[in-house]
């Protein structure tokens, strides 16, 4: 299983990025995927989740009514809109493929990309 993340950046205070996620070796509906994120010096949180249809979604409060995930279950990609960027989003983002789906727990999850810095400029 392999999970490619990409679309990190860096963006103003106030800006938008789009992250993806192409998985492959993996039958990609079955999963439930989500993203979590790694500030410097921080533990690594959860941000966001959706389940194995992509029409339940479940989100950090830090980032509820800002970020939308979303998944494309014919392309094998999840993807993660950022809108309205403040610097506390700085930080690496994973996603990851799970058998939970909707869990916010790092335990439910079997596969890990490696990950794509967002940088948020104040």
């Known amino acids: 299983v392999q999970l490619q993340a990409s679309g990190g950046g860096l963006v103003q205070a106030g800006g938008s990025l789009r992250l993806s996620c192409a998985a492959s070796g993996l039958t990609f509906s079955r999963y439930g995927l989500g993203w979590f994120r790694q500030a410097p010096g921080k533990e690594r949180e959860f941000v966001a989740a959706?389940?194995?249809?992509?029409?339940?979604?479940y989100y950090a409060d830090s980032v509820k009514g800002r970020f939308t995930i979303s998944r494309d279950n014919a392309k094998n990609t999840v993807y993660l809109q950022m809108n309205n960027l403040q610097p506390e989003d700085t930080a690496v983002y994973h996603c990851?493929?799970?058998?939970?789906?909707?869990?916010?727990?790092?335990?439910?999850?079997?596969?890990w990309g490696q990950g794509t810095q967002v940088t948020v400029s104040s």
């Open positions: 959706i389940n194995r249809s992509g029409d339940n979604e």
């Open positions: 990851a493929v799970g058998s939970i789906p909707g869990s916010k727990w790092e335990h439910h999850y079997d596969y």
